[in-house]
């Protein structure tokens, strides 16, 4: 590997997809694992196949979808887990085992109950049964931030000599600072024996909301690959968003003097992707992807902005894959011109792909003057709808100072049945939930409700995201999109309840085993 390349390990689809809210089905996983196969990443954590066999079937249907990158499965030091790991991960290209254990003396005593002697030798063990399995294997010990180095030093050493390539050193739960991870790299590459075989990578938590500082205090100190996510979803406060890694190596090269392979005008398209599966938006003010993040407001940045743009932009939205400002097609756009368009926007859409979102493009062009990408990006994306689902096909609501909320749904039902109910609540957007309720029966509690503007103009697409938690403890999100933001909320709930629907139907339980 050429040394002032970093490599970019994603694993929204393990460590991101683990954040409440966050799952995605199998199909969703592998158009995930698709773009970011699109966007460059040099490795996916596909996911953690012990967990559940969703995870294992995930895991292996993107081993055998994605070729041009590596393809990982995270697993235990425990045998059943690198033997089934390898089992989902085997008929990828470039398969990746990635074995864990905890060295820190407060995972090791009062997680694991284990000696040091005992995870030392658990090491050796798993990091020689995964190298027999596969020629790709990182190995990391947990809670690195917070061992004590010299047993540290010891782990990683029988890490190489068992045949590790990668040495990833998490900060896992986000307690470090870019001085102390920076360091500490720079104290593994001192002094850990065969160090100079192996990359070394990093995985930081944002609890402290250091996690991107961290990982490239750790590429300054020597790492050369960044553990990452897209939008930093994970555990807790999340991961070190892909995004903002990529973009300061990018933005700041003369800095790093350092490289990714990542196509960077790919990176909003992702994030947008991410979003509209999970329904968990991003935050305006989030760096890169956010929807202020390139926007100036302030009269004095707009003045500067036209004189000379570079007064206050660093990088251009067009850099990071945001032609979203750019008016691409109208109500008399053919055909072929939002083929094109999809195209540059990176879908292979089949022909009859193509005929379907051209017949949601013409409707919406009826109700929308101007169809910008990020609007083509939801036909698309929603157009996807699962068969056998609830789909929303007709709604009325009355609101106002001076009359009584209510709504009017029609549902066609997972057997194909059309279905009416009314419902009553608050305000419109209650009313709406109730009436549905009334048809789905999927006892639930509303944590969240979102609603933002994708687009632009007065008759812009509202996206709105709800979040549930069903009565058996799954949470699950969905998100809808429209020019009328009730109808954008009544197909949010709509998503967020077929997703819980999908979720009891596999039988997932809510806890997967502990990391
Ligand atoms: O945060 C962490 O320590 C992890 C490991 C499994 C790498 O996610
Ligand atoms: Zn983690």
């Known amino acids: 590997m050429d040394p002032s390349t970093v490599k970019i390990f994603d694993t929204t689809l393990r460590d991101g997809e683990q954040a409440p809210g966050n799952s995605m089905n199998l199909a969703e996983k592998v158009r995930m694992a698709r773009q970011l196969e699109r966007l460059g990443v040099d490795v996916i954590e596909a996911g953690f196949p012990i967990a559940s066999p969703d995870d294992f079937a995930a895991v292996q249907a993107i081993a055998r979808e994605c070729h041009l990158l590596e393809v990982c499965a995270l697993c235990r030091t425990l ?141 300054v100190h020597g790492a050369r690959q960044i553990e990452c996510t897209v939008n930093g979803i994970g555990e807790r406060a999340g991961n070190a968003a892909l995004e903002e890694v990529v973009m300061a190596l990018t933005t700041r090269k003369a800095f790093y003097n350092l490289k990714t392979n990542i196509r960077t005008a790919e990176l909003y398209p992702t994030s947008r992707l991410l979003t509209s599966i999970t329904g968990v938006p991003v935050q305006a003010n989030k760096a890169i992807v956010g929807a202020n993040a390139f926007a100036h407001e302030a009269g004095i940045h707009q003045d500067g902005i036209l004189k000379e743009r570079s007064t206050y932009e660093i990088m251009r939205a067009e850099d990071v894959g945001r032609t979203g400002n750019a008016i691409v097609l109208g109500k008399h756009s053919g055909r072929h011109a939002l083929g094109n368009r999809l195209k540059q926007l990176g879908y292979a ?136 933001i009730i109808v954008a909320s009544a197909k949010a709930y709509l998503a967020a309840l077929n997703r819980a629907r999908a979720v009891q139907n596999l039988k997932i339980h809510p806890e997967k085993p502990m990391l």
Request: charged share 25%; hydrophobic share 35%.
């Open 79 to 219: 045998e059943k887990d690198i033997r089934m790991a390898w089992d989902a991960v085997k008929d990828a290209e470039k398969p990746r085992l990635h074995t864990f254990i905890a060295t820190s003396p407060i995972h090791m005593k009062h997680k694991l109950r284990k000696t040091p002697e005992q995870v030392l030798q658990m090491t050796k063990e798993a990091v020689s049964l995964a190298r027999s399995l596969c020629d790709r294997v990182d190995f990391s010990p947990e809670d690195a931030t917070r061992s004590e180095l010299p047993f540290l030093y010891e782990v990683l050493a029988a890490a190489i000599e068992a045949g590790a390539d990668t040495l990833n050193i998490p900060d896992t739960v986000g307690y470090s600072t870019p001085e102390e991870f920076g360091q500490l790299i720079r104290n593994i590459k001192e002094h850990v024996k065969g160090i100079d075989r192996v990359i070394i990578s990093t995985h930081c938590h944002n609890d402290l909301g250091l996690a991107v500082a961290n990982s490239l205090a750790g590429v």
């Open 349 to 484: 859409v089949t022909p009859e792909q193509l005929a379907a979102v051209y017949e949601r493009f013409v409707r919406l062009a009826d109700k929308k003057k101007e169809i910008f990408d990020a609007d083509l990006m939801l036909l698309v994306e929603q157009g996807d709808a699962q068969p056998h689902e609830y789909e929303l096909k007709d709604m009325t609501v009355t609101s106002g100072m001076s009359v009584k909320p209510g709504a009017s749904v029609v549902i066609i039902d997972p057997e194909g049945r059309e279905q009416k109910a009314t419902g009553t609540g608050d305000g419109p957007v209650s009313s709406t939930f109730n009436a549905i309720d009334a048809i789905c029966t999927l006892p639930n509690t509303l944590t969240e409700y979102s609603v933002t503007s994708l687009t632009e103009g007065d008759d812009a697409l509202g996206t709105v995201a709800v979040r549930i938690r069903t009565k058996d403890g799954h949470t699950v999100s969905g998100d809808g999109s429209d020019t009328d």
